[in-house]
């Protein structure tokens, strides 16, 4: 990592920590908090997209499963802190299971399969009313203060940018590299690849979770749509692709970008916001084409150096060897 | 028992029809277009509001509608496929994963501005059928004639053209297609004009049997999605016989547990089916 790159992360994580403990109460204390959380879901979901080029459109999943075990533990008379472990607990159990059920499958499936799992979790929960509200909701007592949980939510933050910038430094962010690259390959020198990609999806479940459980302990209220919303696996989707930078910069810098465009869109462009979100995704993704078109144009004058240099050097060789002769 | 079963049949034509559509562009271009269930709902749409002008039917609106359909095909083709050609077979796939998505969502913010957060119901009263004690509506009976007779056709059109045959040929081979003189663009470009086709035709025919709502795209291009993967990519037949089994699973579901449940139960069956047979070890 370049010293440019790394001062400015740190600026930014930085003001991100020191802006959540001065700011935690009124608008500016809301925007601060949703921005960590969102932050927390870009790079949890950065991991295995980054390693694996796994698209989660279901990451949401672990956000509501978070939130719903913590306001059940808190309505069942479970004080913060151990209703924090327990549901961590549970949480993590939930998603190693949904992690080694969909460890097998390969980017589109698995795409597919994560947004079935989140529809199925959305429906469960709009059924269970007697544990989870039904589709009113869920509303929780305050537990804990909006300083602390604006500080819990930071810290989770460098934790899971941590965790990001160690995993895809160590030896199985390389494994991961490998399994992407080809799985079969990987395999044939050794590598655990189903090990490697339950690692990975679990590193990116947990922290997850944990954001949706301090986001109910924030908000006193979580709802199905609110919880498990495909809204908040796009914007994560979003915050990760949009910045073509490589390693934990880009979900952040996304991030910041994402959540003053939501702020924007949700205050001017009511009723468009769903657009507003497809145009950038549609931008996102042409400018990915574009960059490819960019590297094939390079791809080509590179090959044509190649062959000039080629001939040219055929040419000398030739009238060298007419010389010799 | 056999009323819910005619009914899950009649409601799995509809679906066969969406996932068809949705398999020709997941078999031969190998996306995976999120915004195949807005069409649907568009399609819809266009047939509701055509009704205040003239009293259309579906057969003749579906007639009507399929070059404003394939036309958007064509449009969609450009949007969602043509700017990814020069990336990796995986790379392409998520870009137009994400594009399509876009597309999906700027779709479904369109909708509710021009049609409202009504659900769009386009149904009409039809004589009811006396077979065997069993009554058939005739509306849905005749409206799963007609999805059969759209999927034999495109059938047909992909075993006997040249067009067709290039699909296939595609579908099977990029490379070796391309060294056989078949334009790849072109080709897949008409196959996405086909998928938006009968996109367009099942969002119709739902309409006319059940009221959908404006946001309901993305749902119904998972439920296509599901049968294309359950069925297999690239034929018709599989994605067909698919799409009667879940419009089976959802009637049944709806009969033995509560209508909400459905969802929840359709979509278990579907996921565990996806990992049973889409697993790695399975490919």
């Known amino acids: ?325 | 028992m056999i009323q819910v079963l005619i009914s899950g049949l009649f409601l799995g034509g509809v679906y066969a029809l969406l996932a068809v559509g949705l398999s020709l562009a997941f078999g031969i271009m190998g996306v995976l277009n999120l915004a195949h269930g807005s069409l649907a709902v568009l399609g819809a749409i266009l047939y509701k509001k055509s009704l205040v002008l003239y009293p259309f039917s579906p057969w003749l609106f579906s007639v009507l509608a399929a070059p404003i359909f394939m036309c958007l095909g064509l449009i969609l083709h450009l949007t969602i496929v043509a700017p990814f050609r020069n990336l990796s077979a995986s790379a392409s796939v998520v870009a137009s994963l994400i594009a399509s998505l876009g597309v999906a969502l700027i779709l479904e913010d369109l909708f509710v501005w021009w049609q409202g957060w009504e659900p769009i119901s386009t149904y009409f009263s039809f004589p009811i059928f006396n077979f065997l004690g069993l009554k058939i509506p005739g509306l849905r009976a005749v409206l799963l004639g007609t999805a059969a007779v759209a999927i034999g056709l495109s059938t047909l059109f992909l075993k006997k053209t040249d067009r067709g045959r290039s699909m296939r040929a595609l579908a099977q081979d990029k490379e070796t297609a391309s060294l056989y003189g078949i334009h790849p663009g072109m080709t897949s470009m008409s196959a996405l004009g086909l998928a938006a086709i009968m996109a367009g035709l099942a969002g119709i025919f739902y309409s006319a049997l059940y009221p959908l709502g404006p946001r309901d795209g993305l749902d119904l291009t998972l439920k296509a999605l599901f049968i294309v993967v359950a069925g297999g990519m690239g034929n018709l037949r599989g994605p067909a016989v698919a799409g009667l089994f879940l419009g089976l699973i959802e009637s049944f579901a709806g009969f033995f547990f509560t209508y909400t449940s459905t969802d929840t139960v359709v979509y278990s069956l579907l996921v565990i089916y996806l990992v049973i047979k889409r697993g790695r070890r399975h490919q």
Not at chain 1, 102 to 125: D, V
Not at chain 1, 162 to 179: A, D, N
Not at chain 1, 257 to 268: G, Q, S, Y
């Open chain 1, 1 to 325: 990592m370049k010293i440019g790159r790394v001062s400015f992360l740190t600026v930014i994580l930085s003001a991100l920590v020191v802006s959540a403990a001065y700011f935690s109460e009124g608008y500016l204390g809301i925007f601060i908090f949703s921005l960590i959380i969102n932050g927390i879901m870009a790079v949890s979901f950065d991991i295995p997209g980054r390693s694996l080029g796994l698209i989660s459109l279901g990451h949401a999943t672990f956000f509501g499963m978070g939130a719903y075990c913590f306001g059940i533990s808190i309505s069942q008379g479970f004080t913060f802190y151990p209703a924090l472990i327990l549901s961590a607990l549970v949480s993590a159990a939930g998603a190693l299971v949904i992690t080694l059920l969909l460890a097998g499958l390969n980017h589109g499936y698995y795409s597919l399969a994560t947004l079935g799992i989140l529809i199925i979790f959305q429906r469960i929960s709009q059924t269970l009313e007697s544990f989870t509200g039904g589709s009113a909701g869920l509303y929780i007592p305050e537990t804990l203060s909006n300083l602390h949980c604006n500080l819990l939510a930071a810290c989770l933050l460098l934790a899971t940018a941590g965790c990001h910038v160690l995993y895809s430094r160590s030896r199985w962010g390389f494994y991961s590299k490998e399994t992407e690259a080809s799985e079969e390959a990987a395999e044939a020198i050794g590598i655990p690849t189903r090990k490697v990609k339950t690692l990975c999806l679990m590193m990116s479940a947990i922290p997850a979770s944990m954001a949706g459980l301090l986001y109910l302990a924030r908000t006193s209220y979580v709802s199905p749509a609110s919880g498990f919303s495909l809204t908040l696996s796009i914007t994560a989707l979003l915050a990760s692709r949009i910045v073509p930078a490589r390693g934990i910069l880009g979900p952040l810098t996304g991030v910041l970008l994402i959540t003053v465009a939501e702020e924007v869109i949700w205050t001017k462009f009511e009723g468009f916001n769903h657009a507003l979100f497809g145009l950038i995704l549609l931008g996102a993704a042409w400018y990915q084409g574009l960059e490819s078109l960019e590297a094939g144009f390079n791809f080509i004058k590179k090959g044509f150096r190649a062959r000039v240099y080629f001939s040219s050097d055929f040419e000398k060789n030739k009238e060298s060897e007419i010389r010799r002769r």
